[in-house]
């Protein structure tokens, strides 16, 4: 009997294993692999296609590379401006939603949900469309109301280009971190929120003293997917602008495409990407230490 047992054990466990098995070879073939082949060519030189190795003098080259800091200050400008202008609208609406303010209907929650379906290279069309200097719903509408001198080259003007990427992405993502702070808002006993209700803390004070603190976490967790989502960024830009006017609106992502497909520089490309993932690690890193010293302190 106990010979039988271990047989049907060992069977069980060779599917698990089998199981197991193929997402692990998935992971391995898709990122793993990947990576470690950008990293070794990050540490060689691309002449005539053919790779010669020359150690950490593409690291060295990007510390003098110009339009490598002005990417990188994009990406941080796309950072700062998602928090603003996704983060936290999601957040209020999120409170809006959960204490039954307004938008209790679920058609209205999936109107918000809507544009994250959409293909990002979809948007990015939809919106170039809609800055079009000539026949462009924004100019079109300035015209109209006698406001032309507030027309726009809205992709054209390296003053304004970034912020014209920005507002199609806040535009898109704000349903997206919005389902992620209703589920954390889900886990909150609303008998907290009824408690604190009856202590006399409603709208701002019972958002920021109650609701706040308890979605830490939740909070952390959306930080941490807008960080990471706007260092990698590239699909908005490469459809809008391709990073122009020039390099006005280029990002990290962006200039390693430029970079590697368009002069062919595989290994300076592989390695303005390896510096994107030790930025977004940096990151990361740095918020974990922030979220612990607030654990602290609480």
Avoid: H
């Amino acid at each position: 009997m106990e010979n039988g047992s271990s047989i049907l054990y060992q069977i069980k466990f060779r599917k698990v294993l089998f199981y197991f098995l193929i997402p692990i070879l998935l992971y391995l073939f898709i990122v793993i692999l990947p990576l470690c082949t950008a990293f070794y060519y990050s540490l060689n030189m691309t002449t005539n296609f053919t790779l010669v190795w020359n150690g950490l003098d593409n690291y060295v080259k990007i510390l003098s590379d110009d339009i490598f800091w002005l990417s990188l200050k994009n990406n941080i400008f796309i950072m700062i401006f998602a928090i603003i202008t996704q983060l936290v609208p999601a957040f209020i609406i999120m409170v809006m939603i959960s204490t039954g303010y307004v938008f209790k209907s679920k058609f209205v929650q999936s109107v918000f949900f809507f544009p994250c379906v959409i293909s990002a290279i979809v948007v990015s069309y939809l919106w170039q469309i809609m800055y079009d200097n000539q026949t462009g719903v924004f100019n079109t509408l300035l015209r109209l109301v006698g406001l032309e001198s507030l027309q726009q080259n809205w992709l054209a003007d390296p003053k304004i280009v970034m912020t014209s990427i920005c507002i199609p992405l806040a535009w898109q993502f704000i349903g997206y971190y919005l389902v992620i702070l209703l589920s954390g808002m889900s886990a909150i006993d609303k008998e907290i929120l009824e408690v604190a209700e009856i202590d006399g803390a409603t709208g701002l004070k019972k958002s920021v003293y109650i609701i706040l603190p308890l979605m830490k976490n939740t909070i952390s967790v959306v930080m941490l997917l807008s960080v990471t989502g706007s260092i990698k960024i590239f699909d908005q830009v490469f459809a809008m602008t391709g990073g122009g006017p020039g390099y006005a609106s280029n990002v990290l992502g962006m200039y390693s495409y430029i970079v590697s497909f368009k002069q062919a520089n595989y290994g300076y490309g592989s390695a303005i990407s390896i510096s994107m993932l030790i930025i977004s690690l940096l990151l990361i890193g740095v918020m974990s230490l922030i979220k612990k010293a607030v654990s602290r302190n609480d």
